[in-house]
């Protein structure tokens, strides 16, 4: 990355904006509030004062889009992910923010009124169908009841009174105390309790008799300008929502129609408006003068003579354009993580972690590459794997055309279903022991038989672990030395001589060494005294390296290394567990097909697809997890930091649109 410092006229300064922001070269910093020497006669530029319009109009209008997208018909479910929305871009002219503006204010005057009355009406509809539904509900407590409701309340001689009470023994004791008064009641379940619905009819004289005793037992309930017996209101009720419902239907339609004439409309001058207001907006990340802006910012360096002739070319060369090699203290340069194109599913699992630092090695490939291996190994099973390089094909492309991340997640799932049906065909993995248990009647059988260089395949994870186990353990070795070599590359590269020559170095001696006398040890190596000579001295030049630099506690180092080692045996682990569940599973049933004669078939079938596609999900879930644990854990302990932030160029991002081509005449 190269640090860019510019200068410009005030007169050039919007022209200068607008090509960085097509150009998408330079990552602009905000500088406002920097206090250097060099800028003393400067002060913090604001936002330009069109930064307001553009923001009142992208408000106006993403008000209509989200509710004409609440309206708007469109596929779900299943339909919405195997026929997804194409966006079709809307071709633009060049214009300047009058122009969009002029457009925008024509497209709102001819339906914005229309949409947000419509939106009032529906929002007021739906208020009082709620009100409806809540007085429904309360008057089925008393649908069996026949009283007008007009006459709850005090009349010439008498008082009527309704409400809900659970204690219905101790209400209908106390009233019973008061001459002339009646009670009926019924009850009801309300959320597991028992509850009764309660009329009571007394004279006028004793209201306050009642109306002491209701407010100890019975909450009363209203019914607002309600008038009628209860079933003939709720049946009045549930017409008026009949009503209302084919009213709110009518609006909606209307609403729909509009969005399918006007929604693209809008999508397209909304992103127009915002493109309008970045530029605006960014006026307040510079400094100025009384005629000038600073501006400063970040460029890859293989750029930075583009960005220089086009700075130029906009400013009639009225441009002073500095640039310097950043430092990481104090400037603290963004990431450019420059990676293939169909390495951009693997980025997405770095940035899970953290993004590199400035000068840090990129380990996104590496990382994918060991991702997927010991996904493969983990899961390991051929019918699995060709599930998943099925669904992955699919949506590589069908989906991938209409979603970058679906595209370039589905080209990982390709890779990944490809590694783990090759890493079952070597273990005699196709949905466990399918193939011999049910084709070859004979579980002992294997798929096929095949001998390279005196290796006899397929072999069997479950029957000999200790081999699987052992190549877990070669690949762990290999993995964490790829880290170890990485290490020494970054500090290398980071002047750190004294931590590349004890703490990072010391692990390749203490290997090679240590690894010859265990093997003498345990292993029956058959090592002249010579070697094992070398192989003493070689661990005592990597523990006189390790504890250099970390003293005695760097013995834990050591036992941390072997721990991480270890680790990789989750690669037998998973790999037993998946094979094993399958196994069981076919078991399982095979011994119903043959209890349950013709019955017994289907439900074998219907068991091993349910149980396989479980078993499937569980077990690609943890080797995804595991095999994400082991990159971040493990491997990235040896080598690498993060921290860092991810180049982000000011850059006009279009999603809607797209600049028609200029036409040679």
Known sequence: MKKISLLIHQNYVDNTINELHQSGLLEIINISKKQEDIFLETEASKSHPDSEICANYDLRLTRLIDILKKMRKKPSGLKSILTPETIKLEEVNESNLDENISQAEGLLHNIEKNILENEKKIKELYDEKQKIL??????????????????????????????????????????????????????????????????????????????????????????????????????????????????????????????????????????????????????????????????????????????????????NNCVIFKSKNPSINPDNPPTYIKTPRWANGFKGLINMFATPKYNEINPTIIMGFFFILFFGVMLGDAGYGLIILILSLFGYFKLGKHSNMFRDWSFMGIWMGIVTTAVGLLTNSFFGDFIPRFIYNDPSKTIYNLEIFGITLPANSIKDPITILVIALIFGLIHLNVGIILGLIQSYKNREYKELITTKSCWIPLQIGGGMLIGYSILDFNLS???????????????????????????????????????????????????????????VAQLLGEMIPFIGIIIMILLLVFAHLVNLGLQALGAGIHSLRLQYVEFFNRFYEGGGHEFSPFRVKRKYTKIKDKKIE
Not at 142 to 166: A, C, N, V
Not at 168 to 175: C, H, P
Not at 535 to 546: D, E, N, P, T, Y
């Open 134 to 315: 809540t007085n429904i509900e309360k008057l089925k407590y008393f649908k069996d009841f026949e009283f007008d409701t007009k006459d709850i309340g005090d009349s010439e001689y008498l008082f009527l009174k309704i409400g809900i009470t659970q204690d219905i023994e101790n209400l209908k004791s106390n009233l019973k105390k008061i001459d002339k008064s009646f009670i009926e009641y019924k009850e009801f379940i309300k959320e597991k309790n028992k509850e009764w619905s309660v009329l009571i009819i007394s004279y006028f004289t004793e209201k306050e008799e009642v109306e002491k005793i209701s407010r100890e037992y019975l909450t009363d309930i209203n019914f607002d300008n309600l008038y009628g017996y209860p079933k003939e209101i709720i049946k009045n009720l549930k017409n008026q929502l009949l009503e209302i419902t084919e009213k709110q239907k009518k609006i909606k339609r209307k609403l729909n129609k509009t969005a399918e004439e006007k929604l693209r409309d809008l999508l397209v001058m909304r992103e127009q408006i915002r493109i309008e207001g970045k530029r605006k907006d960014i006026y307040s990340n510079f400094l100025k003068t009384d005629s000038t802006y600073v501006i400063e910012g970040w460029v890859i360096k293989k750029d930075e003579e583009k960005l220089k002739k086009l700075i130029e070319k906009t400013t």
């Open 529 to 587: 005294s010579s070697l094992l000579i070398i192989a003493s001295i070689l661990v005592i030049i990597g523990l006189i390296q390790l504890m250099i630099n970390a003293g005695p506690i760097g013995f834990f180092d050591i036992t941390g290394y072997v721990g991480d080692w270890l680790s990789y045996a989750r690669l037998l682990a998973l790999g037993l567990a998946t094979a094993g569940m399958a196994l069981a599973f076919n078991v």
